[in-house]
């Protein structure tokens, strides 16, 4: 009998006879089996004309279905990035938690390989860096009671303290 993980294959091994007939189609005393699930193989082995039936079970456990986040970042900002689907982890880190922070200067690929029963699956993830933006504002020198108009440029957004969330903001 054997155990193995989905999608590998395994040699099964009979003995004890002269010739050997198994329900896959061999007719050696080994038969190389990759079965997608839990399968019951049999092999008749004969000697002197007489024959036998023996059965044996391989026993598939599923990969591991691995997830994890991707994540955009600012530069000079972290990501935290979480993997589900196994019991234990491994990352290209060097890390062995489900969850770590990053904080890449560069877009990067991240690797995690999940396990489960023995059986290992890999996810890869992307942490893509955004440059910080260079903002820009006028300014502007009034009298007392004046009021005056600030414009920033250089971003998609903005928020003036205190002010408006537009590139524009009046000033009393």
Do not use: D
């Amino acid at each position: 009998s054997s155990t193995l993980c989905a999608g590998f294959s395994t040699l099964l091994t009979a003995s004890g006879a002269t010739t050997y007939s198994w329900n896959t189609g061999a007719s050696t005393n080994t038969a190389s089996v990759n079965p997608t699930t839990t399968t019951v193989y049999t092999v008749t082995g004969t000697s002197l004309g007489c024959s036998a039936n023996k059965t044996t079970t391989v026993t598939v456990i599923a990969q591991p279905t691995i997830s994890v986040n991707s994540s955009t970042i600012c530069s000079g900002t972290n990501a935290l990035l979480t993997a589900s689907g196994a019991t234990t982890y491994s990352w290209n880190t060097g890390a062995s938690t489900s969850t770590i922070n990053v904080s890449p200067t560069t877009s990067t690929v991240y690797t995690v390989t999940g396990t489960i029963n023995g059986c290992a699956s890999n996810k890869t993830t992307t942490v893509t860096v955004s440059s910080t933006p260079t903002i820009s504002a006028n300014s502007s020198t009034i009298c007392s009671g004046g009021t005056a108009t600030l414009t920033a440029n250089g971003g998609t957004s903005y928020t003036w303290t205190p002010g408006s969330t537009t590139n524009a903001n009046l000033v009393v």
